[in-house]
């Protein structure tokens, strides 16, 4: 079974008053992948989570959890 990758992308728009659509638009892709990255049902690639954390000048690791892939290996 996959491991769900927790983040804090909701809580990072609320703050900065962004929709998941208007997210979605700013790092190149649709609404319905930011939901699906916000609620664990999607682990983002590696070039979107870059464009997420890179859009809230954070690191992937502020914005992606993995400490719950850590402890699978």
Same mark, same amino acid.
């Given at each position: 079974?996959?491991?769900?990758?927790?983040?804090? !992308?909701?809580?990072?728009?609320? =703050?900065?008053?962004?929709?998941q &659509?208007?997210?979605?638009?700013? =790092?190149? $892709?649709?609404?319905?992948?930011?939901?699906? !990255?916000?609620v664990?049902?999607? $682990?983002?690639?590696?070039?979107?989570?870059?464009?997420?954390?890179?859009? *809230?000048?954070?690191?992937?690791?502020?914005? *992606?959890?993995?400490? &719950?892939?850590?402890?699978? =290996?």
């Amino acid at each position: 079974m996959e491991a769900v990758m927790k983040n804090k !992308i909701k809580e990072l728009r609320k =703050v900065n008053k962004l929709s998941q &659509s208007e997210l979605a638009d700013i =790092v190149g $892709t649709t609404r319905q992948t930011i939901t699906s !990255i916000e609620v664990g049902k999607y $682990t983002a690639s590696l070039i979107l989570a870059y464009k997420i954390a890179h859009h *809230f000048n954070m690191n992937i690791e502020e914005v *992606f959890d993995f400490e &719950s892939l850590e402890e699978e =290996v």
